[in-house]
Protein backbone atom coordinates (compact mmCIF):
# COMPACT_ATOMS: atom_id res chain seq x y z
CA UNK A 1 0.00 0.00 0.00
CA UNK A 2 1.13 3.92 -0.51
CA UNK A 3 0.15 6.48 1.01
CA UNK A 4 0.79 10.24 0.15
CA UNK A 5 0.46 13.28 2.46
CA UNK A 6 0.51 16.60 0.66
CA UNK A 7 3.06 18.65 2.49
CA UNK A 8 4.78 22.22 3.15
CA UNK A 9 8.11 21.34 4.67
CA UNK A 10 7.41 18.07 6.35
CA UNK A 11 3.77 19.56 7.76
CA UNK A 12 0.37 18.43 6.32
CA UNK A 13 -0.87 21.68 3.58
CA UNK A 14 -4.03 22.86 4.23
CA UNK A 15 -4.65 23.26 0.40
CA UNK A 16 -4.09 19.90 -2.02
CA UNK A 17 -3.43 21.30 -5.13
CA UNK A 18 -1.08 24.14 -4.10
CA UNK A 19 1.53 21.99 -1.90
CA UNK A 20 5.41 21.60 -2.70
CA UNK A 21 5.31 17.76 -2.81
CA UNK A 22 3.98 14.81 -1.57
CA UNK A 23 5.35 12.40 1.06
CA UNK A 24 4.41 9.37 0.02
CA UNK A 25 5.13 6.29 2.58
CA UNK A 26 5.50 2.47 1.11
CA UNK A 27 3.01 0.22 3.99
CA UNK A 28 3.66 -3.40 4.24
CA UNK A 29 2.29 -5.27 7.38
CA UNK A 30 1.15 -1.83 8.56
CA UNK A 31 5.22 -0.48 9.07
CA UNK A 32 6.73 2.00 6.64
CA UNK A 33 9.06 0.47 4.74
CA UNK A 34 10.26 3.19 2.55
CA UNK A 35 9.09 6.66 1.53
CA UNK A 36 10.24 9.21 -0.73
CA UNK A 37 9.36 13.28 -1.61
CA UNK A 38 7.86 13.88 -4.93
CA UNK A 39 7.66 17.16 -5.72
CA UNK A 40 4.34 18.82 -6.94
CA UNK A 41 4.12 18.70 -10.29
CA UNK A 42 2.10 21.14 -11.14
CA UNK A 43 -1.83 22.49 -10.04
CA UNK A 44 -4.05 21.80 -13.23
CA UNK A 45 -8.11 20.57 -12.90
CA UNK A 46 -8.15 16.80 -12.78
CA UNK A 47 -4.41 16.55 -12.56
CA UNK A 48 -2.83 15.67 -9.05
CA UNK A 49 -5.37 12.93 -8.32
CA UNK A 50 -4.70 10.93 -11.76
CA UNK A 51 -0.64 11.30 -11.14
CA UNK A 52 -1.01 9.85 -7.88
CA UNK A 53 -2.98 7.17 -8.94
CA UNK A 54 -0.07 6.57 -11.23
CA UNK A 55 2.27 6.30 -8.67
CA UNK A 56 0.62 3.60 -7.18
CA UNK A 57 -0.97 5.78 -4.37
CA UNK A 58 -3.95 3.63 -2.27
CA UNK A 59 -4.19 6.45 0.14
CA UNK A 60 -4.24 10.32 0.01
CA UNK A 61 -3.99 12.66 3.37
CA UNK A 62 -4.51 16.41 3.08
CA UNK A 63 -5.70 19.27 5.17
CA UNK A 64 -8.36 20.55 2.64
CA UNK A 65 -9.32 19.69 -1.18
CA UNK A 66 -11.65 20.54 -3.51
CA UNK A 67 -15.08 18.45 -4.34
CA UNK A 68 -13.61 17.63 -8.02
CA UNK A 69 -10.50 16.22 -6.77
CA UNK A 70 -11.84 14.15 -3.86
CA UNK A 71 -14.42 12.72 -6.75
CA UNK A 72 -11.51 11.86 -9.22
CA UNK A 73 -9.92 10.27 -6.17
CA UNK A 74 -12.97 8.21 -5.72
CA UNK A 75 -13.27 7.49 -9.29
CA UNK A 76 -9.59 5.73 -9.25
CA UNK A 77 -10.61 3.91 -5.28
CA UNK A 78 -8.17 6.05 -3.12
CA UNK A 79 -9.16 7.08 0.21
CA UNK A 80 -9.23 10.46 0.40
CA UNK A 81 -8.71 11.68 4.38
CA UNK A 82 -9.11 15.62 4.81
CA UNK A 83 -9.04 17.68 7.85
CA UNK A 84 -5.13 16.61 8.96
CA UNK A 85 -3.36 18.65 10.63
CA UNK A 86 0.32 18.89 11.90
CA UNK A 87 3.48 16.37 10.67
CA UNK A 88 3.37 14.20 7.93
CA UNK A 89 4.99 11.70 10.75
CA UNK A 90 2.70 12.21 12.60
CA UNK A 91 -0.25 11.66 10.15
CA UNK A 92 1.01 8.27 9.20
CA UNK A 93 1.27 6.61 12.49
CA UNK A 94 -2.49 7.95 13.30
CA UNK A 95 -3.45 6.30 10.18
CA UNK A 96 -2.02 3.15 10.70
CA UNK A 97 -2.78 2.93 14.28
CA UNK A 98 -6.65 4.01 12.72
CA UNK A 99 -6.47 7.06 14.51
CA UNK A 100 -6.86 9.33 11.48
CA UNK A 101 -10.27 10.28 10.04
CA UNK A 102 -11.48 12.21 7.28
CA UNK A 103 -13.59 15.76 8.63
CA UNK A 104 -15.46 15.36 5.00
CA UNK A 105 -14.62 18.77 4.78
CA UNK A 106 -14.49 20.08 1.53
CA UNK A 107 -13.04 23.14 0.07
CA UNK A 108 -15.62 25.26 -1.56
CA UNK A 109 -13.57 28.67 -3.35
CA UNK A 110 -12.22 26.06 -5.79
Known sequence: MKIAIACDKGE???????CESFMVFEIRD????????????GHRPGFLPKFLHEKGVNVIISGGMGGAAVDIFNDNNI???IGARGSAEKNIDSYLKGELKST???????
Open 30 to 41: NKVINSEIIPNP
Open 79 to 81: EVI
Open 104 to 110: GSICHHH
Open 12 to 18: VTQHFGH
